[in-house]
T-cell receptor
Framework: NAGVTQTPKFQVLKTGQSMTLQCAQD?????MYWYRQDPGMGLRLIYY???????DKGEVPNGYNVSRLNKREFSLRLESAAPSQTSVYFC???????????????FGPGTRLTVL | AQSVAQPEDQVNVAEGNPLTVKCTYS??????LFWYVQYPNRGLQFLLK??????LVKGSYGFEAEFNKSQTSFHLKKPSALVSDSALYFC??????????????FGPGTRLSVLP
């Protein structure tokens, strides 16, 4: 099993450009998440998808959109990149059963994004 | 609102000595607490979790954590540190405010350096 994979690993954008970060998991998990990691701030949730066909905003959703393409794939789109979106982006997945499961999340290797 | 504090940005310990990485939390309701580790240029890896039951939780790589409800703490411990334990450690609590889904609130992280 590859676990959670993310592409690309690195990206440099100019202000105003758009891009999509791809994430896929092969663990048949229901829930998927996008986080951003900034120094001294831990991880902050951008969007999550509790199950296929649903998405919801997290703590810092402004400037981002997501698509849960199918059970395996969850993409994050920056429509008009800004320097404040320079960060490391992590995708994660977890299994949720019956709404009362407290399973850990599995993380991808991250995408390091720089917006100039 | 759920929150997690890690009062130390950096912890230094000599190899072979015991280590402690501190975490305190604030939650409404029962706390569901997790520890993750992040090695350089990698995603987060799950170490252990407390859901209910025994206050001393054992996890991966010889780590354990002690849940203390009265002090609202969940400190990570290891009896004998290894140089390879040097990494960034995150404490996290499940965010119950969002209901369904495995949303977490992460602390800012503590960098552990084990000196040979």
């Amino acid at each position: 099993n590859a676990g959670v994979t993310q592409t690309p690993k690195f990206q440099v954008l100019k202000t105003g450009q758009s891009m999509t970060l791809q994430c896929a998991q092969d663990m048949n998990h229901n829930s998927m998440y996008w986080y951003r990691q900034d120094p001294g701030m831990g991880l902050r949730l951008i969007y999550y998808s509790a199950s296929e066909g649903t998405t919801d905003k997290g703590e810092v959703p402004n400037g981002y959109n997501v698509s849960r393409l199918n059970k395996r794939e969850f993409s994050l789109r920056l429509e008009s990149a800004a320097p404040s979106q320079t960060s490391v982006y992590f995708c994660a997945s977890s299994e949720v059963a019956g709404g009362s499961s407290y399973n850990e999340q599995f993380f991808g290797p991250g995408t390091r994004l720089t917006v100039l | 609102a759920q929150s997690v504090a890690q009062p130390e940005d950096q912890v230094n310990v000599a190899e072979g000595n015991p280590l402690t990485v501190k975490c305190t939390y604030s939650v409404s309701g029962n706390p569901y607490l997790f520890w993750y580790v992040q090695y350089p240029n990698r995603g987060l890896q799950f170490l252990l979790k407390y859901i209910t039951g025994d206050n001393l939780v054992k996890g991966s790589y010889g780590f354990e954590a002690e849940f203390n409800k009265s002090q609202t703490s969940f400190h990570l411990k290891k009896p004998s540190a290894l140089v390879s334990d040097s990494a960034l450690y995150f404490c996290a609590v499940r965010d119950m405010s969002r209901g369904y889904g495995q949303n977490f609130v992460f602390g800012p992280g503590t960098r552990l350096s084990v000196l040979p």
